[in-house]
């Protein structure tokens, strides 16, 4: 994994993912603690509820990300990933992350308590894996260290297998997406089912004709992760649940469902902070915008940016996981609708539409050098620079239209990098790096190129090119 | 001093944020949309301001640095791209501010503002910014001032130097030059405006224009016609213009392009040797009387036609042209896209030749475009690894430009000349116009630009 092109802040993350299982590396108590008693060990039927290496966490992350906006300027984010394993080294590391960002971290554990007692609430059953969890190792796939994440996902895959788990239910849609999307073209016979949160409480209230109240009205607006809703399709789940909870009033951003906005994050707040913060304003102020009291949305790293986007621009606005609402509103009782001629409608809306807006993910033969550069020459060579895809590339609009951070100058400079221009791959991995892997390019893109894959590819390519002077076991 | 020299004053007087030389920023500014050229500049500058421009113009002319203004990058021509690596490419996108004048009838719109960007803003007045190139959304004002470009609503409203009253223009050497006044009438000569647009910025660079914005049309209709023969639909663009009907929009598109859009993107569009789709707008009371009458040309000329003003059934007689290009550009790796126009009178002859030529090449050469003002869009795929396909492209590519000249046309309706057409542009200027008239216009230039800074390589310079 090692290899000089790869900033430190993306080692400490990919180290503490695979090793510790949660990207800062507090360790497996903190990462299981929210779940003590809540839910039987191990499998139930097949089914476990999966909390990932993000969300556990996910308060930490915020301090940090907190704390180095007020460091700008002194400290980046890669001399911090250096601050972690010597605190660590001192035994002061977990210690005084709890101490300082213990707090933020509830309110993140309190979201995946909500979601067991949601999904309990309407029968679902299910176990949780505690300690064994295996991390999903997303953060390896967004990071482009690609022959890591096959490796880890292989080992997870036979993890699972053992453990006897069939079927994933998470809130954390990138851990979803790396289930049911990246985990298939990674792992041969991989047959683990993964839902997100959301498709399955849809379901289920669909399915039992579930109606809820909130003893509160109160104005929402959802911002859709874009894992959630341009990457899985998953959109008309959720309009579905807030619909059923009187009390709630949904007002859609300008931006909204595929074509929602990004909030900053995919992995940019964790390589360039202050980029992530500046992509971060205009979905902000759209959401804002909208009149909303509060806003939810259905993603950890999404909650963070906007929580901390909210709280610098003083807008005094409120994140949730949707999940808390729904929550919140089932603590109040669930009415189930008595079997009328309104089951032939509920049975209708057992099946959600599944929006498709991606195109096909583009295929290497291997994870060789050779092999990468084909594809990704071949691909880019087929872009036409039409620039649709800058449009809406949420980092070209937050730095003035600068082309090398644009989806289609990272297009031309994965291009040049494999045709042996003289770039640098340290310096070409920084601009792809500083991608939120929205996939807006992907769905603009006329030519039906997946930009946002050849990106995470172009980024694997940079790592492992041997011009780099790097590769595994560098 | 040389260009670093010149490259550390620049940095020095307009802030060395604004000037990237990092081979990985400058990269991405080798190509256009063109991608057939590449070449990186020694830095790109990016003007914020007017006094940016002004100060890259002052230095680069002193130092006989060479520069490349560029809007969005999406000219197809390699107008954008540099072809010394010494060159400075001179980025306005962050400059784009707008401004709509209602009561004077204007929109102010600083060179990086896109196309569109200008559109959505008049239309918030309700009133809209014609020239509507597919690449609006993208393509910005200077840029497409810059190209003379057009677009889909060419046949009623021509391009955009039809809609400019005034614009700001920077010269080598940093001179401000303000030509013309935002007012619908004024007649100073000689007419400085038309030297500047579409002159690809061999001249100068453009910062901001005062353009004409027009009323929404209160109605439109879109009808769609399919043809047994494509002479057939030729022949009913031609008749309906000559009939006295100015539809805002009349597109053509042949069998290849439907069978490759319905092939590529899954459509289910009826197949048909050719289609014809024309909006035609306006007052409520009379724009059904209208479209009746376009559509009873296009039958008398063999046509089978369908008309609509519901938005979504109007968006489905659309759909075969709106995923032309995309198709085209799934289906084939490479594609050489031609831009020539014929006089209207011509259409059908024009559409017969290039079919001659496609079975004598046995090449795949969907044909769609702006038939409405003769500017056709024949579109040459092939694939960019097999020499003989690559070989005959350039061929076909050539012969089509030439085809437009016979014809009495030109080799380019709307993306201009750049490196792309140069060849045949001289071609075109010595067959129609003569050396005498090549000799004045680049008396123009040396009069201009003497030190050749501008744009070098493009157009006739």
Not at chain 1, 25 to 40: F, I, M, N, Y
Request: glycine share 10%.
């Amino acid at each position: 994994m090692r290899g000089t092109a790869v900033p430190e802040i993306v080692r400490f993350a990919a180290e503490n993912t695979t090793q510790t299982g949660d990207i800062l590396g507090l360790g497996t108590e903190q990462r299981v603690r929210w779940a003590k008693g809540l839910l039987p060990r191990g499998p139930v039927n097949g089914t476990v509820f999966y909390s990932g290496e993000m969300y556990p966490v996910m308060g930490y992350a915020e301090g940090a990300f907190r704390m180095l906006k007020r460091l700008e300027g002194f400290m980046d984010v890669n001399s911090l990933a250096r601050v972690g394993p010597l605190m660590r080294k001192l035994g002061i590391y977990r210690v005084g992350a709890r101490a300082l960002w213990g707090g933020l971290n509830e309110k993140y554990q309190r979201a995946l308590r909500d979601a067991v007692y949601v999904l309990r609430k309407l029968g679902v059953e299910m176990g949780y894996l505690f300690e064994d969890e295996p991390p999903s190792g997303v953060a390896l796939h967004t990071y482009g260290l690609l022959r890591e994440f096959k490796e880890h996902a292989e080992w997870v895959s036979r993890r699972l297998e053992e453990l006897g788990v069939r079927r994933i239910i998470t809130l954390d849609p990138i851990v979803a997406t790396a289930f049911r999307l990246y985990y298939p073209e990674f792992v041969k016979d991989w047959r683990v089912e993964a839902l997100h949160f959301v498709e399955i409480v849809a379901r289920e209230m669909a399915r039992q004709g579930v109606r809820l109240r909130l003893s509160r009205r109160v104005r929402v607006t959802y911002h859709d992760p874009c894992y959630l809703a341009r990457t899985l399709g998953v959109v008309d789940e959720v309009r579905f649940i807030l619909g059923r909870i009187e009390g709630v009033e949904l007002v859609e951003p300008p931006r909204h469902g595929v074509n929602t906005g990004c909030s900053g994050d995919g992995g940019l707040e964790l390589t360039q902070p202050p980029l992530a913060r500046k992509v971060s304003y205009e979905r902000i102020e759209e959401l804002s915008g909208t009149g909303a009291e509060r806003v939810l949305t259905s993603c950890p790293a999404c909650i963070m940016m906007l929580r901390t986007g909210f709280d610098s621009m003083n807008l005094g606005l409120g994140v949730d996981d949707l999940a808390s609402l729904v929550a919140e509103a089932m603590r109040n009782g669930v009415e189930r609708e008595v079997e009328t001629d309104a089951g032939e409608e509920r049975r209708e809306k057992l099946f959600f539409k599944r929006y498709r807006v991606l195109p096909r993910s583009p295929e290497p033969k291997s994870l060789e050098l050779d092999d990468l550069a084909e594809m990704l020459l071949w691909e880019t060579d087929k872009c036409k620079k039409c620039g649709f895809c800058n449009v809406e590339c949420p980092t070209y609009r937050a730095l003035d239209r600068l082309e090398s951070r644009s989806a289609r100058g990272r297009m031309t400079l994965i291009n040049s990098l494999v045709r042996g221009d003289p770039v640098r791959p340290r310096a070409v991995l920084d601009r792809l790096y500083s991608c939120v892997l929205c996939g807006q390019c992907s769905q603009s893109c006329p030519v039906g190129l997946h930009v946002q894959e050849l990106i995470v590819y172009g980024r694997a390519y940079a790592i492992y090119s041997g011009r780099a002077g790097v590769g595994p076991g560098a | 001093m040389g260009f670093p020299e010149a490259l550390s004053e620049i940095s020095k007087r307009v802030g060395k944020s604004k000037v990237l030389t990092d081979p990985e920023d400058v990269y991405a500014y080798s190509l256009d949309a063109s991608t057939e050229y590449r070449r990186a500049p020694g830095a790109v500058v990016r003007a914020s301001s007017d006094e940016d421009v002004r100060v890259v113009l002052e230095v680069a002319d002193r130092e006989r640095v060479p520069v490349v203004p560029r809007g969005s990058g999406t000219s197809l021509t390699g107008a954008s791209v540099p072809i010394s690596p010494d060159s400075i490419v001179l980025d306005l996108t962050p400059m784009r501010r707008i401004q709509v004048n209602v009561d004077d009838g204007y929109v102010m719109a600083e060179a990086g503002a896109t196309v569109l960007e200008v559109d959505r803003a008049c239309r918030e007045h309700g009133f809209f910014f014609p020239p509507d190139p597919a690449s609006s959304r993208v393509a910005t004002v200077g840029g497409a001032l810059a190209e003379n470009a057009g677009g889909l609503r060419g046949a009623k409203f021509g391009v955009m130097k039809n809609w400019v009253l005034a614009m700001e223009v920077y010269l080598p050497g940093g001179r401000r030059l303000r030509i013309g006044e935002p007012v619908y009438k004024w007649r100073w000569g000689p007419d400085l405006l038309s030297l500047f647009i579409g002159s690809e910025g061999t001249l100068g660079v453009i910062t901001r224009a005062w353009l004409k914005i027009y009323p929404l049309p209160e109605k439109v209709v879109r009808i769609m016609g399919t043809f047994d023969r494509l002479e057939d639909a030729g022949r009913a663009i031609s008749q309906i213009r000559r009939r006295g009907h100015v539809p805002m929009m009349l597109e053509l598109l042949d069998r290849e392009t439907i069978e490759i859009v319905n092939e590529v993107l899954g459509y289910d569009v009826e197949l048909a040797e050719a289609m014809v789709v024309a909006d035609v707008d306006g007052p409520r009371e009379a724009v059904w009387r209208m479209a009746r009458e376009v559509e009873e040309v296009m039958r008398e000329s063999g046509g089978r036609t369908r008309a609509s003003d519901d938005p979504e059934e109007m968006q489905q007689l659309y759909q075969a042209r709106q995923g032309a290009y995309a198709a085209v550009t799934r289906a084939y790796p490479g594609v050489l896209l031609e831009d020539i126009t014929v006089p209207l009178s011509k259409l059908m002859v024009a559409l017969r030749e290039l079919e001659n030529l496609r079975r004598e090449y046995g090449m795949r050469m969907p044909v769609f475009g702006h038939a409405g003002d003769g500017n056709l869009h024949p579109t040459i795929c092939f694939d960019p690894k097999d020499e003989d396909q690559l070989r005959k492209a350039r061929e076909m590519f050539i012969r089509i430009g030439r085809l437009a000249i016979e014809l009495g046309g030109a080799i380019s309706g709307e993306h201009g000349i750049g490196l792309a057409k140069k060849e045949l542009f001289l071609e075109e200027i010595k067959a129609i116009r003569g050396e005498g008239y090549l000799e004045v216009v680049r008396e123009i230039k040396r009069m201009l630009d003497p030190n050749g800074i501008m744009n070098p390589g493009k157009l006739w310079f």
